[in-house]
């Protein structure tokens, strides 16, 4: 049925969500009754049950009435003042608590609850900072992992340029930046007075020294970090809850302040069932985060192995859930256009990567991509 009223031009402009097209290409595929099974590596979502623990947590804490009512805007205190610890624990801050009961030893930390705010997943977090710092009219930096500070003589370049937006570990393209380039980016924002935002969705699955969870930054350690950055974080990959949509927003309680506003619309709270069932959870959660980063560290190898088999396929970068491919053989007309692949390693088991490396050979001849 035709609609009798206009659709917003920006809406109208912006692609369908690519996902179910992928699930549909998924189902069609199926429906031809293939020899061979589908290899599903299109989405970015994490394989594994929640925790046991979360499950158990999530039961309680929905039967109990009381969750069923709106809760505070920002996010239940418990659950701030747990993200705040863990973060301080990940990013080695001063004043975390090494029992992890979040009392600090330190007095004074430099990240407390005041700057966590809880938001109806990462999403969410994005969106109303974007109402909160963007007026129309303005614009947002998204450097790619190749451009250079120093190539940004300023960020507005003539446009009204509002915040850098750094997704690391990245999706697409599963890149990581190292510290030093986020810093750069950190005193090129500063000195042009914009927000720093870094999408830190997959800060958990950052790889350290010795098997240990990595330091994504050090941007927190800085005495005024919160006059510049901001970090977005979600709930959804590390504790393998997309569902329940729960993601964080930390900046300082002058921003927080206007988020607070902009949530008041939008969402009032965060689903507060997941909220009250991790809060506590939080702390006995770290040896599971590490073993699901490393579980995904190996799976990123096999894929390098597994792609590095296979003529003319390379992986151009991998890290967080993601490995783009680039396809640089001879040939294969219906690739040229669009060169790269990316494949999502964190929903599949290690088998499914294997099977990848004669499935592309296969798609290799189909093509006709065989260089000669
Ligand atoms: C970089 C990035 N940010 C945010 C999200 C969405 O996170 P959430 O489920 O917390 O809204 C995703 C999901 O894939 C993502 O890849």
Same mark, same amino acid.
């Given at each position: 049925m035709?609609?009798?009223?206009?659709?917003?031009?920006?809406?109208?402009?912006?692609?369908?969500?690519?996902?179910?097209?992928?699930?549909?290409?998924?189902?069609?595929?199926l =429906?031809?009754?293939? =020899?061979?099974?589908?290899?599903?590596?299109?989405?970015?979502?994490?394989?594994?049950?929640?925790?046991?623990?979360?499950?158990?947590?999530?039961?309680?804490?929905?039967?109990?009435?009381?969750?069923? /009512?709106?809760?505070?805007i920002?996010?239940?205190?418990?659950? #701030?003042?747990?993200?705040?610890?863990? $973060?301080?624990?990940?990013?080695?801050?001063?004043g975390?608590?090494?029992?992890?009961n979040?009392?600090?030893?330190? +007095?004074?930390?430099?990240?407390?609850?005041?700057?966590?705010?809880?938001?109806?997943?990462?999403? *969410?977090?994005?969106?109303?900072?974007?109402?909160?710092?963007?007026?129309?009219?303005?614009s947002?930096?998204?450097?790619?992992?190749?451009?250079?500070?120093? !190539?940004?003589?300023?960020?507005?370049?003539?446009?009204?340029? !509002? *915040? $850098?937006?750094?997704?690391t570990?990245?999706?697409?393209?599963?890149?990581?930046?190292?510290?030093?380039?986020?810093?750069?980016?950190?005193?090129?924002?500063?000195?042009f007075?914009?927000?720093?935002?870094?999408?830190?969705?997959?800060?958990?699955?950052?790889?350290?020294?010795?098997?240990? #969870?990595?330091?994504?930054?050090d941007?927190?350690?800085?005495?005024?970090?919160?006059?510049?950055?901001?970090?977005? @974080?979600?709930?959804?990959?590390?504790?393998?809850?997309?569902?329940? !949509?729960?993601?964080?927003?930390?900046?300082?309680?002058?921003?927080?302040?206007?988020?607070?506003? $902009?949530?008041?619309?939008?969402?009032?709270c965060?689903?507060?069932?997941?909220? $009250?069932?991790l809060?506590?959870?939080?702390?006995?959660?770290? +040896?599971?985060?590490?073993?699901?980063?490393?579980?995904?560290s190996? !799976?990123?190898h096999?894929?390098?192995?597994?792609?590095?088999?296979?003529?003319?396929?390379?992986?151009?970068? =991998? @890290?967080?859930?993601?490995?783009?491919?680039?396809?640089?053989?001879?040939?294969?007309?219906?690739?040229?256009?669009d060169?790269?692949?990316?494949?999502?390693?964190?929903?599949?088991?290690?088998?499914?990567?294997?099977?990848?490396?004669?499935?592309?050979? /296969?798609?290799?001849?189909? *093509?006709?991509?065989?260089?000669?």
């Amino acid at each position: 049925m035709a609609l009798n009223f206009a659709i917003a031009p920006a809406v109208e402009g912006t692609n369908s969500p690519p996902i179910p097209k992928a699930q549909a290409w998924a189902r069609s595929y199926l =429906s031809g009754s293939p =020899s061979l099974p589908l290899l599903d590596l299109s989405q970015g979502v994490p394989r594994d049950a929640p925790h046991p623990a979360v499950l158990s947590s999530l039961a309680d804490a929905s039967s109990d009435p009381s969750s069923a /009512r709106y809760g505070p805007i920002l996010g239940e205190p418990t659950l #701030r003042e747990a993200v705040a610890e863990e $973060i301080r624990v990940q990013y080695g801050l001063q004043g975390h608590a090494p029992n992890g009961n979040g009392h600090g030893e330190d +007095p004074k930390p430099t990240l407390t609850a005041e700057n966590v705010g809880i938001t109806t997943g990462c999403n *969410m977090a994005f969106l109303t900072l974007l109402m909160a710092l963007c007026p129309p009219g303005s614009s947002v930096l998204l450097p790619s992992q190749h451009t250079s500070t120093t !190539r940004c003589v300023s960020p507005s370049n003539g446009k009204s340029v !509002r *915040m $850098i937006v750094l997704i690391t570990p990245n999706n697409p393209t599963g890149s990581v930046m190292p510290p030093k380039v986020i810093r750069e980016w950190y005193h090129l924002a500063r000195e042009f007075g914009v927000a720093l935002v870094l999408d830190e969705t997959y800060r958990d699955f950052v790889e350290g020294k010795g098997g240990q #969870r990595g330091k994504p930054h050090d941007l927190f350690g800085l005495e005024d970090w919160g006059s510049t950055l901001v970090s977005l @974080g979600s709930f959804s990959k590390g504790y393998r809850i997309p569902g329940h !949509r729960l993601g964080s927003i930390i900046a300082a309680p002058a921003l927080l302040k206007h988020i607070t506003t $902009i949530c008041d619309c939008m969402q009032i709270c965060a689903p507060r069932p997941p909220q $009250i069932a991790l809060g506590p959870l939080l702390p006995t959660l770290r +040896p599971d985060l590490l073993s699901s980063s490393s579980a995904l560290s190996s !799976r990123r190898h096999l894929f390098h192995k597994t792609i590095g088999s296979v003529p003319g396929w390379s992986v151009a970068s =991998s @890290g967080g859930f993601f490995a783009p491919v680039w396809e640089g053989l001879k040939g294969g007309e219906q690739l040229q256009e669009d060169r790269w692949l990316r494949f999502a390693v964190a929903n599949v088991d290690d088998e499914v990567v294997v099977q990848l490396g004669p499935r592309l050979r /296969r798609m290799n001849e189909l *093509m006709g991509m065989i260089d000669d």
